[in-house]
């Protein structure tokens, strides 16, 4: 027999507290932390990378054809709107995504009984 005073080793925790998250459906702790991390990153890069190419193209624009300030502007908030655009939609596409995971049944004789 073990003697109850004595704690279970530190995988034995690890394990049961993974399972039980499993149990629940609650993602893993790194491994969220890590997708919700890459999701901002991506979804910033996409506001960023709208506003910089907008403005830059402005920029050339006005230095080609002399138009002082007016086309940079221009393109500045057009890329404004092109991120955000860019932003709702892939995080759109992502609550689909989610929405469709949650609703998949596991197997042929559906969710698992736990």
Same mark, same amino acid.
């Given at each position: 027999?073990?003697d109850?005073? !004595?704690p279970?080793?530190?995988e034995?925790? &690890?394990a049961?507290?993974e399972?039980?998250?499993r149990a629940?459906?609650q993602?893993?702790?790194? &491994?969220?932390?890590?997708?919700a991390m890459?999701?901002?990153?991506? @979804?910033?890069?996409?506001?960023v990378?709208a506003?910089v190419a907008?403005?830059g193209?402005? %920029?050339g624009?006005? %230095?080609?054809l002399?138009t002082?300030? %007016?086309? @940079?502007?221009?393109?500045f908030f @057009?890329? !404004?709107a092109?991120?955000i655009?860019n932003? !709702?939609?892939?995080? *759109?596409?992502?609550?689909a995504?989610q929405?469709? &995971? *949650?609703r998949a ?8 009984q736990v």
């Amino acid at each position: 027999m073990t003697d109850p005073s !004595i704690p279970p080793p530190q995988e034995s925790f &690890e394990a049961r507290l993974e399972a039980a998250r499993r149990a629940q459906g609650q993602p893993g702790g790194a &491994e969220a932390r890590g997708g919700a991390m890459g999701t901002a990153f991506r @979804l910033s890069a996409d506001l960023v990378s709208a506003v910089v190419a907008g403005a830059g193209l402005g %920029w050339g624009l006005d %230095w080609l054809l002399g138009t002082g300030p %007016w086309l @940079l502007l221009l393109f500045f908030f @057009l890329g !404004i709107a092109a991120g955000i655009m860019n932003v !709702i939609r892939t995080a *759109n596409a992502m609550n689909a995504a989610q929405q469709a &995971e *949650n609703r998949a049944p596991d197997g042929p004789e559906g969710p698992a009984q736990v």
